[in-house]
């Protein structure tokens, strides 16, 4: 006999129990008030024609949250189609940098120092004003793989990028935050 709890789904209670969350959760990866509105409502109306499919296994609020990731990754990838851009292949270690932001030479162990220097609220608003002043694309690859630890693989197939292109974002996109950092907190 299993001990695993059986989850139900009550869709007359998602409004009140979830929405806030899910804007909230929304919000920060698309950051525009409309469209984060607008992706919620779509996950309610996706959820409701789903719910056959829901086996009991997550909370309510974990599969609601599993379709909400894929209606954003969904919105940017249709965006990002619409704009037909081009693939950027550039080798940007052609000095003794090489392999300097490679994913395997990453530190794994940042010890207590980052995490009291985060505590920082002033640093914290600064960051996340970086975050935000970087163009949509970068901003989304960089949440996903840094902040919310999606594997690169996934990231490639959800965006239909390649995973050069993947490091080659970013690698740019930490150099902007870095710069902006160095602009707005370092040297105020």
Not at 30 to 39: F, R, S, T
């Amino acid at each position: 006999m299993s001990n695993k709890i059986k989850h139900t789904l009550d869709s007359s209670k998602w409004v009140d129990l979830h929405s806030d969350y899910m804007y909230n959760y929304t919000i920060t990866r698309v950051n525009d008030h409309e469209i984060a509105k607008d992706l919620v409502q779509e996950t309610f109306f996706s959820s409701l024609k789903a719910m056959k499919n829901f086996k009991g296994e997550a909370s309510e609020r974990t599969w609601l949250i599993s379709i909400l990731k894929r209606k954003i990754i969904d919105y940017y990838r249709k965006k990002n189609s619409k704009k037909g851009q081009a693939e950027v292949r550039m080798n940007f270690y052609e000095d003794d940098r090489k392999g300097k932001w490679l994913e395997e030479r990453a530190p794994t162990v940042w010890g207590n120092a980052g995490e009291k220097n985060m505590e920082n609220n002033e640093l914290k608003s600064a960051l996340e004003k970086c975050i935000a002043n970087l163009s949509e694309k970068y901003r989304l690859v960089f949440l996903l793989k840094t902040v919310q630890n999606y594997e690169s693989e996934e990231i490639c197939n959800e965006l239909d990028i390649t995973s050069s292109n993947l490091w080659v974002i970013i690698h740019r996109a930490r150099v902007q935050l870095k710069n902006c950092l160095e602009r707005t907190w370092f040297n105020s």
